[in-house]
């Protein structure tokens, strides 16, 4: 695995990310799995909500077929806990979300944040799984106090960072980002 390290890395910062995590050939599996998504987004209150998102997911449970998708981005969000956060995690208690931005939807997320689910989740964990010459707009922001930062676009790129962190995908003008989404859980910050 190759540790990627920038100035927008470091501890001061509300982010990280890491590439070279995943192989090509294992890119192209997750992507195989995320073109299998139907099931329209839901928002944070379970339901479908095209003002504030519009996209199909897909899911894929910890099984003996995705275990190596876990176990590798365990390994990195330890390492890039451990470096840049310093939360007390328990680990995925969740289903890992594929999701399709498409263009005839201008497929979106507006700003929000992640919490929700059946446990305390500390960090998001967001893959580029599409090319970026694949599409255009679909842009990954996080505001950082200040303005939002665009997170970068190459294929495979993890990007994590705390899960109250204000977030969003633009709009996708042309072509689809497909992208994998899950979230860490510990216990609750006291």
């Known amino acids: 695995m190759q ?3 920038t100035p927008k890395a470091t501890k ?4 990280a990310w890491w590439e070279g995590a995943f192989t090509a050939e294992e890119l192209d599996w997750l992507q195989g799995k995320v073109k299998e998504a139907t ?31 876990f176990e590798k981005l365990n390994d990195v969000v330890s390492s890039l806990n451990a470096d840049h ?25 507006g700003w929000h944040q992640d919490f929700g689910g059946s446990a305390c989740r500390k960090l998001s964990v967001s893959i580029q799984l599409s090319h970026s ?20 676009r190459q294929r495979g790129l993890i990007t994590v960072f705390p899960a109250w962190t204000v977030h969003q995908v633009t709009p996708v003008v042309k072509g689809t980002r497909q992208s994998l ?8 910050f006291r």
């Open 133 to 152: 010459s694949e599409y255009e707009g679909g842009n990954l922001e996080i505001f950082n106090s200040v303005k939002p930062a665009t997170m970068g």
């Open 3 to 5: 540790h990627l390290v």
């Open 181 to 188: 989404v899950t979230w860490v859980s510990g216990e609750p």
């Open 39 to 69: 099931q329209e987004s839901l928002v944070g209150d379970g339901s479908v909500n095209t003002e504030i998102r519009r996209s199909e997911t897909n899911w894929l449970s910890n099984d003996k077929d995705t275990l190596w998708v």
């Open 12 to 15: 001061n910062e509300p982010f």
């Open 85 to 109: 956060f310093r939360f007390n995690l328990l680990g995925f208690s969740e289903k890992l979300q594929l999701t399709n931005y498409h263009e005839n939807k201008q497929g979106m997320y």
